[in-house]
């Protein structure tokens, strides 16, 4: 188990990024934020538009698509960092037709490594109705599989629903 890792949990719009967001506020630590989002449309663009408006400031911020785990090396042992999300990065990483297996070690071992405090958010897939296609059907099973691993070895695991955040593995600060 990793002590400096806090996975956050949820579906869209539940509410999860925010919750995720305080608590790295609360730390009091100077607060690193890698993104994973790409915007290939106007309504992307003002969700990112709308994220960065709500954070403020008070972060240092690293847009990384496809390369988190380089980002993850980059944080320093006083920082707090914020990946948000590993949803985005699996969905890149899956469209490159990345080696998925090959991604998630690197990525794990990002973690493990990682110098900072980590607090990840990740989309919450297996709630939904089995996807019609094979894409989709991929893409749910990699999330799960993902989502599973580091839940394993996080230290703190919330579920937020409505806003409203629920421990599944261990105590907040």
């Given at each position: ?38 915007a290939f449309d106007d309504e992307m663009r003002a969700k ?17 698509p496809l390369d988190a785990a380089d980002a993850l090396a ?100």
């Amino acid at each position: 188990m990793l002590e400096n890792l806090t996975l956050v949990l949820g579906g869209a719009s539940s509410g999860k990024s925010a919750f995720a967001e305080q608590l790295v506020t609360q730390s009091g630590a100077p607060r690193v934020y890698i993104a994973t989002a790409q915007a290939f449309d106007d309504e992307m663009r003002a969700k990112i538009a709308a994220h960065l408006d709500q954070r403020g400031d008070n972060w240092r911020t690293m847009e990384t698509p496809l390369d988190a785990a380089d980002a993850l090396a980059d944080v320093a042992p006083n920082e707090v960092a914020l990946l948000d999300c590993a949803t985005m990065w699996l969905s890149n990483h899956l469209l490159a037709e990345s080696n998925l297996a090959a991604q998630t070690d690197r990525l794990l071992s990002a973690l493990a490594t990682c110098k900072g405090r980590v607090v990840l958010v990740s989309n919450e897939v297996g709630l939904d109705v089995v996807p019609d296609n094979a894409l989709a059907r991929r893409f749910r099973d990699a999330q799960g599989k993902l989502n599973q691993q580091i839940a394993a070895r996080a230290n703190l695991a919330v579920l937020v629903v409505a806003g409203l955040p629920m421990v599944l593995k261990g105590t907040l600060p």
